[in-house]
């Protein structure tokens, strides 16, 4: 079974701290994904990459960057954090049209 | 710009009846679409994926229609089951790019027993 890891399930954190959200996935998957949840507005996509530090805009990426150094690993980066980035926060991989999530990490910015 | 659209309010449907759910877009022709399961808390899980030259699509109790013209997709569960209660999200390929994924904001359903 594809499984796709998000390093963390929730996370509180100060106005301005940096902030890492970490996904690995184990299936060689070549796309990855980072969307965030808001209820009322779904999900919303936030960067993509479709290889090796390759990355492309989603509709919403003010306020975050990417980072893709391995085939398995994509992280989500928030330089100083906003309490507006309070969210839910899913990684994906796809395969076939199929995308496959984590679990989601759920940020609280205070 | 591109904009999918799901009934916002909850569906509540009586167990064994067969619950239908609506996805409407605009300004796209997508070349696929796709429907996707999310509980409380959870990452949404993958249901089925219909293309654009495919009328309708049948795994188990769930049925998918793809209508371009209407530019509307209906997701029907038949007989209905209290687990089947969750958030259905519909989902399209982006304009611009095969790999961007786009998503409605989804339609919570409720089955009571």
């Known amino acids: 079974d594809v499984k796709v890891t998000q390093s963390s399930r929730y996370l509180v954190k100060r106005t301005g701290e940096k902030v890492f959200l970490e996904c690995v996935q184990d299936?060689?998957?070549?796309?990855m994904f980072w969307y965030r949840q808001d209820p009322g507005l779904g999900l919303r996509l936030i960067y993509f990459?479709?290889?090796?530090?390759?990355?492309e805009k989603g509709d919403i990426p003010e306020g975050y960057s990417v980072s893709r150094e391995k085939k398995e690993r994509f992280s989500l980066i928030l330089e100083s954090a906003s309490t507006n980035q309070t969210s839910m926060y899913l990684c994906a991989s796809i395969q076939s049209g199929e995308l496959f999530f984590g679990e989601g990490s759920r940020l609280t910015v205070l | 710009s591109q904009k999918i659209e799901q009934n916002s309010e909850a569906l509540n449907i009586q167990e064994g009846k067969t619950a239908t759910l609506t996805c409407n877009y605009t300004n796209y022709s997508p070349a696929y679409l796709q429907w996707y399961r999310q509980d409380p808390g959870r990452g949404p899980v993958f249901l089925l994926l219909?293309?654009?030259?495919?009328k309708e699509k049948r795994k188990e109790r769930l049925k998918v229609t793809f209508d371009t013209t209407l530019k509307q997709s209906l997701f029907h569960i038949t007989a209905s089951q209290p687990a089947d209660s969750a958030t259905y999200l519909c989902?399209?390929?982006?304009?611009?790019?095969?790999?961007?994924?786009?998503f409605g904001s989804g339609t919570r359903l409720s089955i009571r027993p």
């Open positions: 219909i293309r654009e030259n495919e």
């Open positions: 989902a399209l390929d982006g304009d611009s790019s095969a790999s961007k994924i786009i």
């Open positions: 299936m060689d998957h070549e796309n």
């Open positions: 990459s479709y290889d090796v530090k390759m990355k």
